[in-house]
């Protein structure tokens, strides 16, 4: 069974930044594809960030590109979603999820992913 635990969401003031970490059970992560998605109350859940099985593919949502920046650690099991210059639409619940399946193209989608985590609410004041 594989778990994935996001922490580090926080109240921040708009500029702030914040690092989310998420931290996957199972001796198969650097095999999985990662990805961030966020979900704002009433909102569709959408798009942030992936990265491939090794880190060196990243793709990310046009609204967050240039500030946030998605990186892993295999030896720790843990990806993580570095966010800078944050805005009040950046407020949402952010996922972070895990893919055996796809490639770059089809990681901006929610069905590319088999394990999701259970959120952890990001809040950008301004």
């Known amino acids: 069974q594989v778990q994935l635990v996001e922490s580090g969401g926080a109240l921040v003031q708009a500029g702030g930044s914040l690092r989310l970490s998420c931290a996957v059970s199972?001796?198969?992560?650097?095999?999985?594809?990662m990805g961030w998605f966020r979900q704002a109350p009433g909102k569709e859940r959408e798009f942030v960030a992936a990265?491939?099985?090794?880190?060196?593919?990243?793709n990310y949502a046009d609204s967050v590109r240039g500030r946030f920046t998605i990186s892993r650690d295999n030896t720790k099991n843990t990806v993580y979603l570095q966010m800078n210059s944050l805005k009040p639409e950046d407020t949402a619940v952010y996922y972070c999820?895990?893919?055996?399946?796809?490639?770059?193209?089809?990681?901006?989608?929610?069905?590319?992913?088999?394990?999701w985590g259970q959120g952890t609410q990001v809040t950008v004041s301004s």
């Open positions: 990265i491939n099985w090794s880190g060196g593919n990243t």
């Open positions: 999820a895990a893919s055996t399946f796809g490639n770059m193209n089809t990681y901006i989608y929610t069905a590319a992913y088999n394990y």
């Open positions: 199972g001796r198969t992560f650097s095999s999985y594809a």
